[in-house]
Nanobody, 118 residues
Framework: QVQLVESGGGLVQAGGSLRLSCAAS????????MGWYRQPPGKQRELVAE???????NYADSVKGRFTITRDNAKNTVYLQMNSLKPEDTAVYYC????????????WGQGTQVTVSS
């Protein structure tokens, strides 16, 4: 297992930017997939972006071209750069780590609130 701590959330006006960070308690070098999810008010949690250990990246259609996920294995940290924010991006953002296979696991952070005002 790995403990994850998100930071960087806050209140921003539409069109603004934020960078979220997810710090892991140990090396993420062997973590197969690191991802960001979000849960808007009254809605289900949804995938925002994920990056594999090999560097493959997947984005939700709603954030393509605006958000960028990066992974720094040396710092045990994953980032989510969010530009051109919209009110509909308002949500609690969660970091996720997935180790695949028989000894696999999935860990979640506690979440960080992002609020975009119009």
């Amino acid at each position: 297992q790995v403990q994850l701590v998100e930071s960087g959330g806050g209140l921003v006006q539409a069109g603004g930017s934020l960078r979220l960070s997810c710090a892991a308690s140990r090396s993420i070098f062997t973590i197969d997939v690191m991802g960001w999810y979000r849960q808007p008010p009254g809605k289900q949690r949804e995938l925002v972006a994920e990056i594999t250990s090999g560097g493959s990246i997947n984005y939700a259609d709603s954030v393509k071209g605006r958000f960028t996920i990066t992974r720094d294995n040396a710092k045990n940290t994953v980032y989510l750069q969010m530009n051109s924010l919209k009110p509909e991006d308002t949500a609690v953002y969660y970091c996720n780590a997935k180790k695949l296979g028989i000894l696999g696991f999935a860990s979640w952070g506690q979440g960080t609130q992002v609020t975009v005002s119009s």
